[in-house]
């Protein structure tokens, strides 16, 4: 057996009588609900507080990006505004990490050994 009944997809705009019968309005889609993120296993968190300046190299996309990691919070947009200006390019600092477009690891390694920091190169 068929269904007969047809749909309705009448929308009213507008009445001045009121006789015409408003259709069901269209459920909304709930709003996604925010997970909280995992905290950092300890590894990270001993890596982020030992003192040491981890410079890696990350492939996005077609591009290579050069990652700081370990910097402290103030210090973070200065060191990021100078290694963009000694590596001649661009690049963001955010979140207590300065990313460089291209692969400057041999700038950056030297630039922190000269001012006396401690310094590995991480990743590949």
């Given at each position: ?16 009588d009121?006789?015409?019968?408003l ?6 889609k709930?709003?996604?609900v925010?997970?909280a993120m995992?905290p ?10 030992d003192?040491t300046?981890r410079v890696a ?7 290579t990006?050069?990652l700081?990691?370990?910097l ?6 200065a ?12 690049g963001?600092?955010?979140?207590g ?7 400057h ?5 030297v ?9 590995k190169?991480a990743?590949?």
């Amino acid at each position: 057996m068929k269904d007969d009944r047809v749909r309705d997809e009448r929308v009213l705009v507008y009445s001045t009588d009121g006789t015409l019968p408003l259709p069901e309005p269209a459920r909304r889609k709930t709003q996604p609900v925010a997970r909280a993120m995992p905290p950092l296993p300890e590894d990270a968190l001993r890596q982020a507080q030992d003192g040491t300046i981890r410079v890696a190299r990350e492939k996005r996309r077609n591009s290579t990006v050069t990652l700081v990691h370990g910097l402290a919070a103030t210090e973070v947009d200065a060191a990021g505004k100078e290694l963009k200006r000694l590596c001649g390019t661009g690049g963001t600092a955010k979140n207590g990490v300065v990313e460089l477009q291209g692969d400057h690891r041999d700038k950056v390694v030297v630039y922190f050994e000269e001012r006396g920091r401690r310094v590995k190169r991480a990743g590949g």
